[in-house]
Structures are given as C-alpha cells and as structure tokens.
C-alpha cells in the first residue's frame, strides 16, 4: 500500500546525479544491486570534499585562523544536519564515528563495561550483523553475563510470541537491528524498544539499514543507541555516527582518549571535555563529515517517505520476478512492508560467487557470502548467498536484467533450467 504522503521519485532524473551509473562493466551497462554493502554517492556528496580540500582544509575547534574556524563550522553544521536527520533532541548527542561498528563498540565498551554485571542478560535476534553481535558476545564472558535470542520465524520475521518470557528483569541490555542486512526484515524497534524499557533494560539499535531506506525516528522510537554509516547512505567511506541520549552519554567512560577530548590535563591526571567531543578523540574524519552532511541534504531533499515507498516498489516487483526461478530460495518476509530492498537468494548447485562471477561478466553488481552473518548462514542451512540490494536510483529495468542473469548462470552451469 503506497503511503499518502509519499511521492513517486522520478528515478531517470535522479540517476543523472550519481556519475558512476554511467560506467560500463564487462561491455555492459553497470547495474548496481550492492547497495547493502555500500551505496553511490551524488555528485553534491562528491563535490563537499572536493569544496572543503579546495577551499577551506583546516583542522577544526583549535584554531583561530579563518579557515579553521570555516571548517569547524561546515563540520558542526553537519553534525546538526545529521541529528535533525533523525530527530535526535539535540546535535551534542550524536557522536562522530568511523562507521557503525565503531559505533557499537563504543556502546559496548564504554557503556557495556560500566554497566554489564554478573548474571545480568544482553537479548538480541538471530539475524544480527556480527558487528552487533561479537562485541556483545565479548563483553559477556567478559562480565559473566549471557546472550539470549529472540526466536526467528520460518518467515524471517522474529517471533515474537513469547517475548515477555526474553525480555525479563534480568535484561540488562536489548541490541538488535532495525533492518537485516541479509532477510531485509524490518523489525518493530518500537514495540522492542518499549518491552525492554519496561523492565529498565537499555536499547541499542542498529540502523546501519534503516537510516539510510526509511524515516527513523529516536525520539518515536526511544531507543537509548542508535549507530549508522555514512557510506550506506550516500556518504564518504569511514564516517558515521552514534546517537545516543545525553545522560547515557555523561555517564560513559570515553572509548578512546588523547588529544580534543581533554579538558583539562595535568602530568598526574585529566578531565574529559564536554559532549560531543568527549568521544571524538584526536582530529577527527573532518572532510567525510562535512560529506556526511551533504548527504543527509540529498535525501532529505528526496524525502525519507519517497525512498521508502521507491524501495517497496522495486522490491515488490522483485520478488514476483524471482517467482519465475523455482530453482533459486528466496530468504524474507514475503510482504514488502516487512521488508527492505534486500533480497538474499540461494541455488543448491551453483555456489554464489559463481553466481555473482557470472553476473558480473553481465555489468551486474550483487553481493556474495555469509554477509557477516556466520550464524544465520548456519540457521538457514546455507554456507552463504547471493543477496541484491536496491537504493534509489534503480528501476524495474535492472531487475530484469538480475533475473534474466540468473537465469543464464543457471543454463551456464547446467542445473537444468530450460
């Protein structure tokens, strides 16, 4: 069902903006499907970096000199542009970061090592990026607690039946993805986030899938974490950032010291400067932030709403194309709401990176692997897959050509297909 307030983007004219679309691969027209594992970048995201180590390169907050006081002021924007992005309360609670792992990891380590105690549960799902599971995993044999997983349906949906017997006054900590980054499930972050407030357990969600495809929200949801990558969402390559509520924020250890973060130091001892910056040590990713920023403008400017409705769309359309294939498993939810622009797929007989070789040999990006999800690899009983993923700029053309590719590597490796 198409939302009310959302606008069909007009794709063609878009695509005009992303200058890689217009490479050949192989002799053929790039179709890129790997937009989970990183997306293009417009030329307005291309040309701030350019702008900022043209005109204003200068190291921020220390210095005096005009440009340093022009980039601490591009960088600040940013961040604002940022947490306005996800309406985060104010733009001191987002945290400047390398990418949502690092992310993550400061929740774990800053937050996890302050707060995890013996017998205390850290519950998370099954479909989980290991960059929101080995950190937890971590942290609890370190701390003598223990990871508890909320069921997955045969669906690909979590079940969520039992939940109240999960999330328990033992639940220190709930931590779990907003979106797969191999099912494409969309989970309810806010009932989630609702059950584990409700016995005093923190949230952390993991938006590294969301941010980019869908509005998100902290303050609808009320999750405590929220970690995201710039480069999933038309972004730089090595920055993103973590929300998290300031008195969480106050209350944390910094994950990294040195340099910028200080207030005070003395030959004996320090003092940590005040937020944001208690968390950024040393000079920070100056340039990809600003980017960062440019990015956000982009999409805001496509409306959140617009790249939702896009994607459900293409998504859709996608998997009654994949009906054709009886030979190829599908792994999701089958409802597009469910769903984001992932489609994970698997042949018995073609290992997928024959599969993703053979694509390739036909202009086709799509991913191929575990995904860094080893463990539900295991559960669905496949030792990895092959997985398109969809942004903005593709069009039901480019499904086209991923079926008809797929259809080819299966006549190519002789599994039958007529």
Excluded at 73 to 89: G, H
Excluded at 133 to 159: K, M, Y
Excluded at 230 to 237: A, D
């Amino acid at each position: 069902m198409i939302s009310k307030t959302a606008k069909a983007l007009d794709v063609q004219a878009l695509r005009a903006d992303f200058p890689i679309l217009e490479r050949v691969v192989n002799g053929k027209p790039l179709v890129y499907l790997d937009n989970a594992a990183t997306t293009q970048k417009p030329r307005s995201v291309i040309q701030s970096l350019v702008d900022y180590y043209e005109n204003y390169n200068a190291n921020v907050h220390r210095g005096v000199h005009t440009l340093s006081m022009e980039a601490t002021d591009m960088t600040e924007a940013a961040r604002k542009r940022v947490a306005d992005f996800i309406n985060a309360p104010e733009p001191e609670t987002v945290i400047w970061t390398r990418n949502a792992t690092e992310g993550m990891n400061i929740v774990a380590h800053s937050w996890g090592r302050g707060n995890i105690e013996p017998g205390d549960e850290i519950v998370t799902t099954p479909m989980e990026h290991h960059s929101n599971l080995v950190p937890w995993q971590e942290i609890a044999s370190e701390r003598g607690a223990s990871l508890r997983f909320i069921p997955l349906s045969d669906d690909g949906t979590l079940d969520l039946s039992d939940l109240d017997a999960i999330i328990t006054e033992r639940t220190k900590l709930l931590a779990f993805t907003h979106a797969s980054n191999s099912l494409g499930t969309i989970n309810p972050a806010k009932l989630l986030t609702e059950k584990a407030h409700a016995v005093g357990a923190t949230v952390l969600v993991d938006g590294a899938q969301s941010v980019p495809h869908m509005p998100v929200d902290v303050e609808d949801i009320g999750c405590d974490f929220l970690s995201f990558s710039g480069h999933k969402m038309m972004g730089p390559t090595g920055i993103g950032a973590l929300y998290a509520k300031r008195e969480l924020l106050e209350g944390m250890e910094p994950f990294l010291t040195g340099g910028e973060m200080v207030l005070q130091v003395s030959y004996e001892k320090a003092s940590w400067a005040d937020l944001p910056w208690k968390f950024e040590a040393g000079t920070p990713n100056i340039a990809d932030s600003i980017g960062m920023g440019a990015a956000v403008d982009y999409l805001s400017a496509l409306g959140m709403e617009n790249v939702r409705e896009h994607e459900k769309r293409i998504t859709e359309y996608a998997l009654e194309r994949f009906k054709e294939i009886e030979e190829v498993d599908v792994f999701g939810p089958e409802d597009p709401e469910l769903r984001g622009g992932v489609v994970s797929f698997h042949n018995e007989d073609v290992h997928p990176h024959d599969l993703g070789t053979f694509l390739d040999q036909q202009g086709i990006a799509v991913r191929t692997g575990h995904h860094c999800t080893m463990p539900l690899m295991s559960k669905l009983g496949v030792v990895a897959t092959a997985r398109a993923s969809f942004y903005v700029y593709n069009t039901e053309q480019e499904i086209d050509a991923l079926v008809d590719g797929i259809k080819g590597a299966l006549r190519y490796f002789g599994n039958g297909l007529a």
